[in-house]
């Protein structure tokens, strides 16, 4: 019972970011010079959709399965592991710091930051491996972009 309460609250958050990213996130960071059928915006739009569509379906796939829907008004059933929620604050403090610095440090410095420092603070403690994958997985991601589908990313101090 208090597991579909959690699933429900989880799917209201995707629900609630997804429109976030949507309307506020995407439009301020990504820049559109040309109007394409598929722009710069489409792939960060597709997938706020479908996070939205997936909490969406989790909360009612979850209320579904609720057989006891006074359930969800029992304040018992939302109790706070407050280790749990600082490590998710944390989490989600870094993504947003990680979005403000690609503009200043660039996509390939920033995510190679940001890929190290989240393997570490998940578990991952071969420092000499965690730098490696994090530059790798950076320049590789953006390689991608720029010259395959031709998406400008921002270089910030790199020349490239």
């Given at each position: 019972m208090k597991r579909h309460i959690t699933d429900i609250v989880y799917g209201f958050v995707a629900l609630v970011f997804s429109l976030y990213c949507y309307a506020y996130l995407i439009p301020k960071h990504i820049r559109v010079r040309a109007v394409y059928m598929a722009d710069a915006s489409a792939f960060p739009r597709l997938a706020?959709?479908?996070?939205?569509?997936?909490?969406?379906?989790?909360?009612?796939?979850?209320?579904w399965m609720l057989t006891d829907k006074r359930a969800l008004?029992?304040?018992?059933?939302?109790?706070?592991?407050?280790?749990?929620?600082?490590?998710?604050?944390?989490?989600?403090?870094?993504?947003v710091a990680y979005l403000e610095l690609i503009p200043v440090l660039g996509f390939v410095i920033a995510s190679s930051?940001?890929?190290?420092?989240?393997?570490?603070?998940?578990?991952a403690r071969?420092?000499?491996?965690?730098?490696?994958?994090?530059?790798?997985?950076?320049?590789?991601?953006?390689?991608?972009?720029?010259?395959?589908?031709?998406?400008?990313?921002?270089?910030?101090?790199?020349?490239?």
């Open positions: 706020a959709l479908v996070i939205g569509c997936a909490g969406l379906l989790l909360i009612v796939s979850r209320l008004l029992d304040k018992a059933n939302y109790a706070v592991n407050g280790k749990s929620v600082l490590r998710q604050a944390i989490f989600i403090a870094a993504m930051v940001f890929t190290f420092a989240m393997l570490y603070y998940f578990g071969a420092l000499a491996t965690n730098a490696a994958v994090s530059v790798v997985y950076s320049a590789a991601v953006y390689a991608l972009f720029s010259r395959v589908f031709q998406i400008s990313l921002a270089t910030g101090p790199l020349p490239f």
